[in-house]
């Protein structure tokens, strides 16, 4: 099997891929990744006199944010219209879970989206709990979904 | 010990931490991450038909350019002066590994900027690899040092 | 009546409203505002040796970039293709007049573009002005109508 | 006596300040505003199902990103660092009100960042709110207070 | 022959042309231009130790990324999709040769982002050669073809 | 004479240069460019129907503008604090000529930042007249001059 990768010419040479002549279609993606922290900064988020409710909102800001921004972080990834984000943040027992669904209606997939969402989130997270956890890290951003019709 | 996050008021509302009265230092942050690929996914980045260099000259940039513009995307982080952006990658058995480094003379930190310079490395990886792989995922995002004097 | 706000989910989490399956059609919005200011900065603006002209051009290309930027300064904004925007800018006895019109062929209509114009406008004007008058306010901004066909 | 405005040239060509030659000082500026809704609107962010906390996140979120960004949006500012924004926003009997306080160390004023941050907080609280109040606007957006020492 | 600038109404001020009832049509547009250079730095590009190929493909990002965001920097530009950008960068015997080919569908040409790309990847590799060369010059920047069909 | 690209490391990968070490001093660039246009352009600019106040306007400022964002669009460049951004444009016999000038008290030279200015600028007046001439060149973009102390 023959493989190249779309996004570099035939002299290696980075290049947008040409979707001009692809169809508009629904498209969704759905990413996740996780925040890797402490127990005591769990249970500050979770149960503490510190609400999580802010904490939370502003990451799913900054992920809806990033995600309608991501033709500009990403150096090759087409400017899309973007229909929907929907960011899901929960606490699981060592870590605070983060899921981004993305939808438009376009010419390319919304994989990249999905996935700049979810490192958004991520990293403001660990932004706005720094302070009480040096050992955070960001794991298992990855592609759960990706389906067009 | 009691703790509370920085980044929320006592009725936990986000807030910018107020750095008017800290004093200008000179401030470094490393930060490093992965992105996990298939063997052939690194097989082609190393010496195959594609050249890696682009891959990763083009992943080296969209790290200084996203450190440069740490401040939009995490909501809380305030604007800074970037002396400069080092970004290392290299290839492991089993993961691109990034490296990235950021300096500054300032009044806070710059280990988001370092954080977010990694993670824009590795979506751009992802992106310019994900039409060969579709099992990327982006792991170990985390701080090594940082440090004032 | 129930209602309730389409901005938040169920849990009152902050979301985007999808509008994947809205129809696209085209859409205009007028917003309008004001900049309420001394009679003699307004003497200035009007007849004065400091030509209006500038000033006044300089609010027109201030509210253009910033209805076009729309999504980026209001979070829950979706990106949306701008067709036009025009700008009217007068003097009344007691304040600069805004006027702004916004056209799209969407799926979601263009108020938010049309009052984000008046608003950025206004901030120009207030800024260019600010040397010679302190006691500028911003009023009225509100929106003026809404169509689609 | 004689009055010019200081954005504009003798020839009434608009251009930025000359700042250089200005000493760095602590700066603070206070601007406030108001969106005024129906009762029904206020009754809903008060104490309705539908829980304020989040309409406040975001508003808080997008002014400070605003206030960060000021020199994007006004085109004759001087890019500054931003050393903190807060904001306060309360429900009173027939509007929102919200305070905007900015401090920096630089060689000009915060005025306009603060005033941006209302605008801001204005436009999204409008946003997240119109699909149930048509008639709302936003007033009496205004500088407080500048200081420098 | 009657002219008229269609960027200004009939009083002089600047607007946006209404694209609105434009139908949406395939477009291409392809501008050049070049970076005038000394011998000893083309020397340097082509065959010199430091390889050319970090600075055309910073270069070439730059390009992508400029072209995408025409519209935040030429006042007057609409926002459109980008669904292909080409840059090729070619060493000449005096001067390093820019090509950039941009490709969209939508209801207004986009020669201004194929020129945007130019303009963008001369002053990079301007950057990257100005420690060694102080006498380089952008030079002949122009549109040379446009097409819709 | 050993010359080497500072902008590229020993391996020839893109860097961004330390200036964490150097001074902070005033600095200033000028550069310069012109818009090459027909005589009936310049006409029209200069005494038809159309005021050339506004075109000139509107390039003045997207000049400042791009000038203060010259760090996203010329990738390894260093946010820098922009003090003033100086515009003149002037109708010579068959062209637009532009000049721009640009201070700051920083770690490093201005001469980008002049030379982005000098860009939007003509690009701007091409869009603007590109309706009415399709024959317009940008040319000679170049440093005039660069100082400290």
Redesign the interface.
């Known amino acids: 099997m023959k493989?190249?990768?779309?996004?570099?010419t035939a002299k290696?040479?980075?290049?947008?891929?040409?979707?001009?002549r692809k169809p508009d279609q629904?498209r969704r993606a759905i990413a996740e990744?996780a925040v890797r922290c402490g127990a005591?900064t769990l249970k500050?988020l979770r149960d503490g006199?510190?609400?999580k409710?802010?904490?939370?909102?502003?990451a799913?800001?900054?992920a809806?944010?990033?995600a309608?921004?991501t033709?500009?972080?990403?150096?090759?990834?087409?400017?899309?219209?973007?229909?929907?984000?929907?960011v899901d943040l929960k606490i699981a027992h060592d870590a605070v879970q983060i899921r981004a669904t993305v939808?438009?209606?376009?010419?390319t997939g919304v994989?990249?989206e999905a996935?700049?969402a979810v490192?958004?989130a991520?990293?403001?997270i660990?932004?706005?709990?720094?302070?009480?956890d040096?050992q955070?890290?960001?794991?298992?951003?990855?592609?759960l979904e990706k389906s067009k019709k």
Chains 1, 2, 3, 4, 5, 6 share one sequence.
């Open positions: 493989r190249r990768l779309s996004h570099l290696g040479e980075a290049q947008m891929v040409n979707v001009a629904a990744g005591a500050l006199k510190v609400p409710g802010d904490v939370f909102a502003v799913r800001i900054a809806i944010q990033a309608k921004r033709s500009e972080l990403i150096p090759l990834c087409h400017p899309l219209p973007i229909h929907v984000v929907e939808e438009t209606i376009g010419k994989e990249m996935l700049t490192a958004a991520a990293l403001t660990y932004d706005m709990c720094k302070a009480v040096k955070m890290t960001i794991e298992s951003v990855r592609l």
